[in-house]
């Protein structure tokens, strides 16, 4: 087990730009590099100043959109790319010079990688094999493995790859990983290939085991669900850098930017066009909304402000109430029924605004309803719209 450290770490990938076949391609190829910086026109900032600390013995998930820089962050903390700067620390020890051979990791890729000429027991034996470790000792650590891979593990040991399912793959693409012993295990989004039913029972299989063996661990997922499952915290990753690292619930209660809280969520925060403060009021299209006082000293007169709302803070009803907050009137644009907890997600559209609430199932709506929308000032977001910064 290792504390994982990446200090100023960037990475360009610097690739040369060829002729264009077409016309088309010669076009897209001016509107990208007319979007990056000078410096970076011939290139890809993957990763842009990168600061992070992985605990020893925890589990980090690494979220964000395609193209952020997730699997980038893992090559270089794994050693495949080496060609970065800044400082990647194992236990407070720069890693640049070492091999990844010799970093004892244990990755697990999103095709499983696995030698197909060799059956299951012999990809878990070819480590040792390589490192010329005795047969005796190659025995123990693979039983040993197969014992915390639990019932069934055994029966898979004799067969080749191309003889499993995808589940059955990736269990042994992770044993593979757990019989090296690994100091940091790393996970390059394993489960993307499995069926909705294999995932949750290969998911489980993961964090019972990560939850066993306590191994630092950094994991690259696209699903929400894995990472809130799997991982102690989670990085939001944008355009190559990192956004926010905490928990689940900070990351979603306490969300440092618009692109956090647009993202980040089962259920992502609704943002409302950006508006002008005026006095004390919000003013968005042709709706305003007012600054609560603990806002009000951070923000000017004309700043443009970005609002977000939760839709578990937004109360649809069919009557007027005389409850507090503000009352709005709203159209239904659609609705979806959650039987679970017998409510309504209810679509709604004010003028140009557009945003989510949640009402009762013993309430009857159809499209173009008029409702009445119940909201609380003090659970309103604001955002600088400028820097994307919250207030």
Do not use: W
């Amino acid at each position: 087990m290792a504390e994982i450290q990446l200090h100023n770490v960037s990475f360009n990938f610097s690739a040369p730009v060829r002729e264009p076949m077409t016309r088309l391609y010669e076009i897209k190829r001016e509107r990208i590099e007319e979007d990056l910086p000078v410096e970076t026109s011939r290139g890809v900032m993957a990763l842009d100043n990168v600061n992070l600390t992985i605990p020893n013995g925890q589990t980090f998930a690494v979220v964000g959109p395609s193209g952020c820089g997730k699997s980038t962050l893992l090559r270089v903390v794994s050693g495949l790319e080496s060609n970065y700067s800044g400082e990647v620390l194992y236990d407070g020890v720069n890693v640049r010079d070492m091999a990844p051979g010799e970093r004892y990791i244990g990755m697990v890729f999103q095709n499983y990688a696995l030698y197909p000429n060799f059956n299951n027991e012999g990809n878990l034996s070819f480590f040792f094999k390589t490192h010329k470790i005795d047969d005796e000792e190659t025995r123990k650590r693979i039983e040993y493995t197969s014992e915390l891979m639990g019932i069934g593990f055994n029966d898979l040991l004799p067969r080749k790859p191309g003889t499993l399912s995808g589940g059955e793959k990736q269990r042994v693409a992770i044993a593979r990983a757990i019989v090296r012993a690994p100091k940091l295990f790393l996970f390059d989004e394993p489960l993307s290939n499995l069926d909705a039913k294999l995932r949750v029972q290969t998911r489980t299989e993961i964090k019972r085991l990560l939850h066993k063996f306590e191994i630092t661990s950094l994991y690259v997922t696209h699903d929400q669900v894995e990472a809130v499952a799997l991982a102690d915290q989670i990085v939001v990753m944008h355009m190559g850098r990192i956004e926010q690292v905490g928990t689940y619930q900070e990351l979603t209660e306490n969300p440092a930017s618009i692109f956090v809280a647009g993202f980040l969520g089962l259920t992502p925060m609704d943002l409302l066009p950006s508006g002008s403060i005026s006095g004390r009021q919000l003013v968005t299209g042709d709706y305003s909304f007012p600054i609560p006082q603990r806002i009000f000293s951070l923000v000017e007169n004309g700043q443009q402000v970005t609002m977000g709302l939760r839709r578990e803070t937004v109360s649809v009803s069919a009557e007027e109430t005389s409850t507090g907050g503000m009352q709005l009137r709203a159209e239904v644009e659609a609705f979806e029924s959650d039987f679970v907890h017998r409510t309504h997600v209810v679509f709604l559209r004010m003028g140009k605004l557009e945003f989510t609430g949640l009402c009762s199932m013993d309430v009857k709506l159809h499209v173009g309803q008029r409702v009445y929308v119940q909201i609380d000032p003090e659970h309103f977001y604001f955002f600088d719209t400028k820097s994307g910064r919250r207030l």
